[in-house]
């Protein structure tokens, strides 16, 4: 299990906000999160905000400490 997959599943509203507090164009949609679909949650927050999958896991660990 990745990183990203635990701190999602540990605490994803906490995340969320935080997402949007610094990516103000992500919606909710970009941002709604299903049990088993982390990867697809972590592919379309890339896609929005251009950054590599291991530029946004670290940030999510950073958020985390």
């Given at each position: 299990?990745?990183?990203?997959?635990?701190?999602?599943?540990?605490?994803?509203?906490?995340?969320?906000?935080?997402f949007?507090?610094?990516y103000?164009d992500?919606?909710?949609?970009d941002?709604?999160?299903?049990?088993?679909?982390?990867?697809?949650l972590?592919?379309?927050?890339?896609?929005?905000i251009?950054k590599?999958?291991e530029?946004v896991?670290s940030?999510?660990?950073s958020?985390?400490?």
């Amino acid at each position: 299990m990745s990183s990203f997959t635990q701190q999602v599943k540990g605490n994803w509203n906490e995340l969320k906000g935080k997402f949007k507090q610094q990516y103000a164009d992500l919606t909710d949609d970009d941002l709604l999160y299903e049990e088993g679909k982390e990867d697809e949650l972590l592919g379309k927050i890339q896609k929005k905000i251009g950054k590599t999958r291991e530029e946004v896991e670290s940030e999510v660990e950073s958020w985390s400490r």
